[in-house]
């Protein structure tokens, strides 16, 4: 059977603009009573009674109400000029609500993007067939971003507002980390290596513990790839940010010792009960133990979910708690001001 010209006509636009051709001819029908109640005015409830029928074949349009022909003289072209605007706008409507589907479906990837532009502090993201936001929350500080520069981005969540939903991009979230190497490692894909947690200083370094569920696969030497190809991808991809990537182990101590790498540790005392340990190391390791500003023990404690103190042969203490304090309250400093 030959499709009509009309039916071709719609089944082309819903391809080209990935919709369904009922959608367009819902739209159509709306529109046409939209059109016919500007000329004759109809009340609310006598709106449920007109029926709408469009001929497939020629696209002549016919309004009946209550079982009587209502289509006035000439209709056929009032109609087209009246309900050009709202078929057009029920399209986009029908647009939006096919992309919508799309990224619900890809909450918690990747995707590619190309800023767009800058307001009110967020970033508008062109992710293809709809444009995402990126809240200033969402950005890493560390990263210069400017109009059209292309970067990957991490689908966080849809939010609905009052009238429209917005599509949450992210750059900062942690589990941005976790999808690139999703993308980078085909052992993470195959579930023969597991990313059981990560901690995150967005632009500046990140430790991610992993373990293996498969023998004689090695997960550390996975997620870093021969000659390290794989873990600089991600590197590549984040600006330089940092990659620690530790054998993750359910013995606490061992644990946290791996967590703490590169440092050497020589001693664990771990309280349970308060989730804290405190970590005896040699003199010559406490700065690496510590960190740049305490980033390495307050990586760890968060990787870990133990508050660490560090402690030197000579009975220093330093702990990554208070430094962790210390950095936030400079942090909220810098934004006030």
Same mark, same amino acid.
């Given at each position: 059977?030959?499709k009509?010209? /009309?039916?071709?006509?719609?089944?082309?636009?819903? $391809?080209?603009?990935?919709?369904?051709?009922?959608? %367009?001819?819902? &739209?159509?029908?709306?529109?046409?009573?939209?059109?016919?109640?500007?000329?004759y005015?109809?009340?609310?409830?006598?709106?449920?009674?007109?029926?709408? &029928?469009?001929?497939?074949?020629?696209?002549?349009?016919?309004? $009946? !109400?209550?079982?009587?022909? %209502? &289509?006035?003289?000439?209709?056929?072209?009032?109609?087209?000029? *009246?309900?050009?605007?709202?078929?057009?706008?029920g399209?986009r409507?029908?647009?939006?609500?096919?992309?919508?589907?799309? /990224?619900q479906?890809?909450i918690?990837?990747?995707?590619?993007g190309?800023?767009?532009? /800058?307001?009110?502090?967020?970033?508008?993201?062109?992710?293809?067939?709809?444009?995402?936001?990126?809240?200033?929350?969402?950005?890493?500080?560390?990263?210069?971003?400017?109009?059209?520069?292309?970067?990957?981005?991490?689908?966080?969540?849809?939010?609905?507002?009052?009238n429209?939903?917005?599509? %949450?991009?992210s750059?900062?979230d942690?589990?941005?980390?976790r999808?690139?190497?999703?993308?980078?490692?085909?052992?993470?894909?195959? !579930?023969?290596?597991?990313?059981?947690?990560?901690?995150?200083?967005p632009?500046?370094? *990140?430790?991610?513990?992993?373990?293996?569920?498969?023998?004689?696969?090695?997960?550390?030497?996975?997620?870093?790839?021969?000659?390290?190809?794989?873990?600089?991808?991600?590197?590549?991809e984040?600006?330089?940010?940092?990659?620690?990537?530790?054998?993750?182990s359910?013995?606490?101590?061992?644990f946290? %010792?791996?967590?703490? $790498?590169?440092?050497?540790?020589?001693d664990?005392?771990?309280?349970?009960?308060?989730?804290?340990?405190?970590?005896?190391?040699?003199?010559?390791?406490?700065?690496?133990?510590?960190? !740049?500003?305490?980033?390495?023990?307050?990586?760890?404690?968060?990787?870990?979910?133990?508050?660490?103190?560090?402690?030197?042969?000579?009975?220093?203490?330093?702990?990554?708690?208070?430094?962790?304090?210390?950095?936030?309250?400079?942090?909220?400093?810098?934004?006030?001001?």
């Amino acid at each position: 059977m030959i499709k009509s010209e /009309f039916m071709a006509a719609i089944r082309q636009i819903a $391809s080209e603009r990935g919709i369904k051709p009922e959608d %367009i001819m819902s &739209t159509l029908e709306k529109a046409m009573i939209a059109a016919y109640r500007k000329d004759y005015p109809l009340a609310d409830e006598e709106v449920e009674s007109v029926t709408v &029928t469009i001929d497939p074949e020629s696209g002549e349009v016919a309004l $009946s !109400k209550d079982g009587d022909d %209502i &289509t006035p003289p000439g209709f056929g072209r009032i109609a087209a000029q *009246t309900a050009k605007q709202v078929i057009l706008q029920g399209v986009r409507e029908a647009e939006k609500n096919a992309a919508l589907e799309e /990224f619900q479906e890809k909450i918690g990837r990747v995707v590619p993007g190309m800023l767009q532009r /800058f307001e009110r502090g967020s970033w508008l993201v062109d992710v293809g067939r709809t444009i995402a936001v990126m809240p200033r929350e969402e950005q890493v500080f560390a990263e210069s971003y400017q109009n059209n520069q292309r970067l990957k981005v991490y689908v966080k969540k849809i939010v609905e507002r009052e009238n429209h939903h917005d599509i %949450i991009v992210s750059r900062s979230d942690a589990d941005l980390v976790r999808a690139l190497f999703e993308l980078e490692v085909p052992e993470i894909q195959s !579930k023969a290596v597991v990313i059981k947690n990560i901690a995150r200083e967005p632009g500046s370094r *990140t430790k991610i513990a992993v373990m293996s569920v498969q023998d004689g696969v090695d997960p550390v030497g996975s997620m870093v790839g021969q000659r390290g190809v794989r873990v600089q991808a991600v590197t590549n991809e984040l600006n330089g940010e940092k990659m620690d990537i530790i054998l993750w182990s359910d013995v606490v101590t061992k644990f946290i %010792i791996n967590a703490l $790498s590169p440092a050497h540790v020589s001693d664990v005392i771990i309280d349970d009960e308060k989730r804290a340990a405190q970590v005896e190391v040699p003199d010559d390791q406490l700065s690496l133990a510590i960190g !740049k500003e305490g980033q390495n023990v307050r990586l760890a404690s968060k990787l870990t979910g133990y508050k660490i103190d560090i402690v030197s042969n000579n009975g220093e203490v330093f702990s990554g708690k208070e430094e962790k304090q210390t950095q936030e309250n400079q942090e909220l400093h810098e934004v006030v001001a």
